[in-house]
């Protein structure tokens, strides 16, 4: 019969906490003071690292909230709704030769003319209101590019190298401790001879 496998010690989930900086240590990676703490889910490792190394895809990974996927969501949705209201704009969009055009006409046909002034007013009213549109959702899709950018991420997932540094480091910390108490144990060295040499 085959044994389960043996769940790690902690999982590869980490919070992202903030200390004072009197409390700050050294970073992880390159041993700067950082103030930026990732503590394992059930509290099993817990080390202290700057924030730019958090946006290394070598080093972790961010889990996506529910939030930041709506983010991203809404930011494609702006994203299509943009390039089909640009098409829109420009096929919408009053030409000058139009215009021109309606010089070089006779004065018999001002009826015509009339007709042509009250169609161009409306395409005109119709390209303003698309324009108004796209930039509505133009400066939508700035302020939904900036949430994004300036998001901040709470969990994050450790690379798997990294991950299994960790484990190794947590393992040797709980031998090292093993040991410590193995040796103050009475018996783990020879005692000194109680009887006289005599």
């Keep these: 019969m085959s044994k389960p496998p043996q769940q790690p ?83 919408e969009k009053p030409y000058i030769w139009n215009t021109v055009a309606g010089y070089w006409k006779q004065k018999d046909k001002d009826k015509d ?27 939508e899709l700035e302020e939904t590019s900036k949430k994004i950018l300036e998001f901040k991420f709470k969990l994050y997932q450790l690379n798997q190298d990294i991950y299994k540094n960790r484990l190794m480091s947590y393992q040797k910390k709980k031998y090292s401790q093993q040991r410590a108490v193995k040796i103050q144990e009475e018996g783990f060295f020879p005692s000194v001879p109680k009887h006289s040499l005599e």
Excluded: M, R
Aim: aromatic share 10%; glycine share 2%; with cysteine.
């Design 9 to 91: 010690p902690f999982p590869n989930k980490y919070h992202v906490k903030l200390v004072a900086s009197p409390d700050s240590k050294a970073c992880l990676i390159c041993y700067k003071p950082a103030t930026t703490v990732l503590l394992a889910d059930g509290n099993g490792d817990f080390f202290y690292t700057c924030p730019q190394h958090l946006l290394d895809n070598q080093f972790a990974n961010a889990i996506h909230p529910q939030e930041y996927t709506e983010l991203l969501d809404k930011k494609q949705t702006l994203t299509d709704k943009k390039s089909k209201l640009e098409k829109d704009v420009e096929s």
């Design 113 to 139: 003319k009339g007709k042509d002034k009250d169609k161009d007013k409306y395409t005109e009213s119709k390209y303003e209101k698309l324009k108004q549109e796209l930039a509505d959702v133009t400066k």
